[in-house]
């Protein structure tokens, strides 16, 4: 298969610490890879690297001559005042395309990425829909290879399916940073970790994510094997160096030279197997009572927008509830009238006395950019009392990854993931009976979602939890509540019940609008009409596609030729001009059709 791009030996350090080195990486046509990773293990780097926006300390990248790479960064690189169809034409420009094949090209993108306005304004679209938008840009031009920087981030359910689809049935190869295990599991070919646990720091597994967790696991096995075969051998050599004056002086020099050249091999493999992962648990209170919250034909609205309509159930100890919902449709609501930040509109919301509800922010408005993160994981002093234990702020931060030399960076200075666990440490210290916990898991690797789950599942109070990670709520949760539209709130078995219902009374798949509000269309409009820029499209599409045809007849006739039929190469690049041709007028026939539906 033909190789788009390798990595021979490529290595990247920063200081004293190596992120990865001698990395072999080959990457084919209608290749699918997920680069996985603990948060700071330089996956973002090695992204920037491929791409050609950063240089590696040792190693060689070649590419394919001609080669058209992609890349979709974790905040799209956009521009507010534009269009949505303005912004595509100024991406697919910097890309060499004609005025002519951009307008075509665009417009064909911006309808298989799911966008109907071409006209609306970037600054208007939500944090979803400006995602979606960046991958449009970076797939103009019919790439050979996309990076995609965790494209999940800001996606809610339709988006992250809409991915996994677009994804699967890409026409180019791609390499794609996720922490989305479901996700990884389910469109990807060959798994890239990187990690300082694996020799040279990085593993690749040919499979899904499921079989590279397989083959980590054996080979952590093996290397604890390793290191317990080592350590024995050590004991044995170091009991020989012990022994008396006498015995020592007739030892070989070579085999003391030996034992200390197994201990530097001990030392460097337990360096290698040291793990740094975030040591989570939450506290409990103990609690007898089995209901935790009653809700009884609750009722809340804003304005005229309802946000649950009638609903009632139960929270029981213990259980863990998914709550499931598009972008903005009620979730984090429901969790303020929980934990009576907000009184219903109608309805009564029962409480045991003395209830302890623990609630993680998504948004961490309870974070203190300006204090350093000291104050944040020890609000004074030098101790904090963990579970009546009192632990050093400095054993305490280390519980969480962080250093003794971090303890004076402002919390703003921190990135996402650590912010996040700040405020897991922060919620540690406090004795709960029932967790509110909405989006964890943004920003957080898998190693620490792993450690998260764990900790939910031995926690013996209640958690409700908002997450778009399936993973994750198929591993934990009991029952799901899940919002369907106009208020309504019910409870489900499964997200695939939740997702069957949707569809049910939607009469299709999830949908949420592409940007927040605008105007609304008159109800009393007869006539549907295309925007100036559509009809120009439209107007001008049929004589585009009539010289495409024409064009791909020559071709034809070209290919025919004996002289050219005889030359390997001629044919190649004719037959590479016929399918490029083709694409085009496929790409043209799709949108008229839908062009023609608008004006039906």
């Known amino acids: 298969m033909d190789s788009i791009l390798s990595c021979h030996k490529v290595g990247k350090s920063f200081g004293d610490k190596t992120l990865f080195s001698n990395l072999n990486l080959g990457i084919s046509a209608d290749e699918r890879l997920g680069l996985i990773g603990a948060n700071g293990a330089g996956k973002s780097t090695l992204l920037r690297i491929l791409v050609g926006e950063l ?35 100024q991406d697919a420009t910097k890309l060499g395309l004609n005025q002519e094949d951009a307008f075509i090209e665009a417009s064909a993108s911006l ?12 600054s208007e679209l939500s944090g979803g829909w400006k ?44 390499l794609m940073i996720s922490h989305d295990r479901y996700l990884l599991n389910n469109v990807t070919r060959k798994i890239v970790e990187i990690d300082g646990c694996f020799d040279d720091g990085y593993m690749i597994t040919d499979g899904a994510y499921e079989t590279h967790l397989d083959r980590k696991e054996k080979y952590l096995v093996a290397q604890q094997k390793y290191q317990e075969s080592l350590e024995n051998k050590l004991r044995r050599e170091e009991n020989w160096l012990r022994r008396s004056p006498k015995a020592r002086s007739t030892k070989s020099k070579s085999r003391i030279d030996d034992a200390l050249r197994l201990r530097d091999q001990v030392s460097e493999v337990r360096t290698q197997q040291r793990s740094t992962t975030t040591d989570i648990q939450f506290s409990e209170t103990g609690r007898k009572t089995k209901k935790l919250v009653q809700m009884l034909g609750v009722s809340h609205a804003f304005v005229e927008r309802k946000i649950i309509s009638n609903f009632s159930a139960t929270v029981s100890s213990p259980q863990i509830i998914g709550i499931l919902g598009a972008n903005g449709i009620g979730k984090s609501s429901l969790f303020k009238l929980i934990n009576q930040e907000y009184s ?20 961490r408005a309870s974070l203190d950019g300006n204090i350093s993160l000291r104050r944040a994981m020890c609000e004074h002093g030098d101790h904090v009392i963990f579970q009546s234990r009192s632990i050093h702020v400095a054993s305490w931060a280390k519980k969480f990854g962080f250093g003794p030399e971090r303890l ?37 690797d898998i190693k620490t979602l792993e450690v998260l789950e764990e900790s939910l599942l031995s926690f013996s109070g209640s958690v409700m939890l908002i997450t778009h990670d399936r993973y994750m709520l198929n591993r934990l949760c009991d029952s799901h509540w899940g919002f369907i539209g106009d208020g309504n709130l019910s409870v489900f078995a499964s997200i695939d019940q939740w997702i ?49 045809e024409s064009l791909l007849e020559q071709l034809n006739e070209e290919a025919e030729a004996p002289a050219n039929r005889a030359d390997s190469e001629k044919i190649q690049e004719i037959s590479a001009k016929m399918q490029n041709t083709q694409e085009k007028i496929e790409c043209l026939m799709h949108r008229w059709s839908e062009l023609e539906e608008k004006l039906s």
């Open 500 to 548: 069957a219902q949707v569809k049910l009374n939607s009469g299709a798949d999830i949908k949420k609008p592409q940007a927040k509000a605008t105007k609304e269309k008159k109800s009393d409009k007869k006539t549907k009409k295309l925007s100036y820029m559509e009809q120009r499209e439209f107007d001008s599409m049929e004589g585009e596609i009539m010289s495409l």
């Open 344 to 363: 219903p509109n109608a309805g009564e919301i029962r409480f045991p006395e003395h209830l302890k509800i623990v609630y993680f922010d998504q948004h």
């Open 131 to 174: 995602k979606r938008l960046g991958i449009c840009a970076a797939c103009l031009g019919r790439p050979d290879l996309v990076f995609f920087d965790e494209p999940t981030n800001h996606l809610d359910w339709d988006g992250i399916i809409w991915l996994e689809h677009f994804l699967a049935e890409a026409k180019f190869s791609w």
């Open 408 to 444: 004076e960076t402002p919390v703003n200075k921190l990135s996402g993931g650590e912010q996040a666990r700040v405020l897991i440490s922060q919620l540690m210290l406090q004795e709960a009976d029932l967790l509110l916990l909405d989006e964890p898991n943004n920003d957080l």
């Open 111 to 122: 309808s298989q990425i799911g966008f109907v306005d071409f006209e609306q304004k970037v």
């Open 55 to 89: 240089e590696s300390d040792t190693g060689t990248i070649s590419k394919k001559s001609q080669c058209k790479i992609g890349f979709v960064s974790q905040t799209p690189r956009l521009v507010p005042e534009l269009t949505v169809m303005e912004q595509v034409l």
